[in-house]
């Protein structure tokens, strides 16, 4: 099939929705760019439950994003938040308000869970839906870490091979979905589909400085600038071999194992601080290591020993992950074949059972 007669089709049998079909609740954030809230539909006929919804108002980027979430829907429906109508409300004086709605995937997302002093134990209550009466400790706690890190590298390979890189992954764009126990990505907001050449132009003010990779331009300036549709989507595949955009959504995610690993980088303040002191290593992970290491916290010396376990294998990951240069970091498929995930994660516990 092709996909515009499949998009076509789907948009014939969708029910189409309007802004007083949907009643708002709680705001759950807001951006520069939009608004999102927690919704129910208004008028929901008891049998045909679809449970809590969330809203986003969003301005002009907004048909962008529903672009985004429809092309996911059809091409790798797990890695996203369940995405279930896009479309736009008006165009008054506030200009064009774009309306999206989603699954309510459950309250925490990542970075709520990481604040916690429970972390990464709550995580595990979470994903096996009991408390596990084992005793803590480093080898629990890189399990649980692993797990993490394989759901999110398997959402984002299923985003990168279908083509569009995601630009703001962090803690605060990774949801527990609550139905399937698993850790899915939202906020395509600032996502590139290069292979049709949708957002094609980078929007360099939308990406987060904390967890950007320090490459300033998606693509090389040397790319010509946007070419229409047909042309782009001729060309990208060899653009993607070329450039590797999709290296910059896994130095996002080094950072989160790495506040994952090392909960003084948890903050803001730690992660900036981070951030300036892998700048002045010219990002090379294994130079930070020797400057810190010898003067390092009791806190920080628990997070090396919680990457050292194994032979080390959790560290050899994360530095393939963080580095500077784009085309030496590993793929997200890459990571998901790395020996750190051939032992079983926290999941085999509960089976085992
Ligand atoms: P923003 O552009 O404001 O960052 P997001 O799409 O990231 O918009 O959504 C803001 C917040 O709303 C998220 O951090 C999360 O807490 C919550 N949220 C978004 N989508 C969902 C969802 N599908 N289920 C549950 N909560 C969600
Ligand atoms: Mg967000």
Redesign the pocket.
């Known amino acids: 099939f092709d996909m515009f007669v499949l998009a076509f089709v789907e948009r014939i049998f969708r029910p189409t929705f309007r802004k007083d079909d949907f009643v708002l609740g709680k705001k759950l ?1 807001e ?1 520069a760019f939009g608004v999102v809230y927690k919704a129910s539909h208004a008028k929901k006929p008891a049998s045909k439950k679809e449970g809590d919804l969330v809203l986003k108002k969003a301005t002009e980027y907004g048909a962008v994003e529903i672009w985004m979430n429809e092309r996911v829907r059809r091409a790798c429906a797990n890695s996203c938040a369940d995405f279930l109508y896009g479309f736009l409300e008006s165009s008054g004086k506030k200009g064009a308000e774009y309306w999206l709605i989603w699954r309510f995937e459950g309250e925490a997302t990542l970075s709520d869970l990481m604040q916690s002093k429970e972390f990464p134990y709550n995580v595990e209550t979470m994903l096996l839906g009991e408390v596990q009466d084992l005793p803590k400790g480093l080898e629990r706690e890189n399990s649980i870490i692993q797990t993490v890190m394989r759901q999110l590298l398997f959402a984002l390979d299923g985003l990168h091979s279908t083509g569009i890189v995601h630009r ?1 992954i962090k803690p ?2 990774v949801i527990f979905s609550e139905g399937s126990r698993t850790f899915k990505i ?2 395509l ?1 600032a996502a590139a589909d290069l292979r049709v050449g949708i957002n094609y132009i980078p929007k360099e003010f939308l990406l987060d400085p904390r967890y950007a990779a320090p490459e300033q331009y998606i693509m090389s300036t040397q790319t010509p600038s946007a070419p229409s549709a047909p042309v782009a989507t001729a060309l990208s595949p060899v653009l993607w071999q070329l450039n590797l955009p999709d290296r910059f959504d896994i130095y996002s995610a080094g950072l989160i194992f790495l506040q994952m690993a090392f909960p003084a980088l948890r903050s803001d303040s730690g992660l900036i601080q981070f951030n300036r002191q892998l700048k002045r290593c010219d990002y090379d992970l294994v130079a930070w290591r020797k400057s810190i290491e010898p003067r390092a916290s009791a806190d920080l010396r628990r997070g090396f020993e919680l990457l050292d376990l194994d032979g080390g294998i959790g560290w050899e990951l994360l530095t393939s992950m963080v580095r500077y240069k784009a085309r030496q970091r590993i793929s997200a498929k890459g990571a998901l074949a790395h020996p750190y995930f051939d032992r079983e994660g926290i999941l085999a516990l509960s089976f085992m059972q």
């Open positions: 954030g951006g703001d605060q764009n939202i906020d907001g």
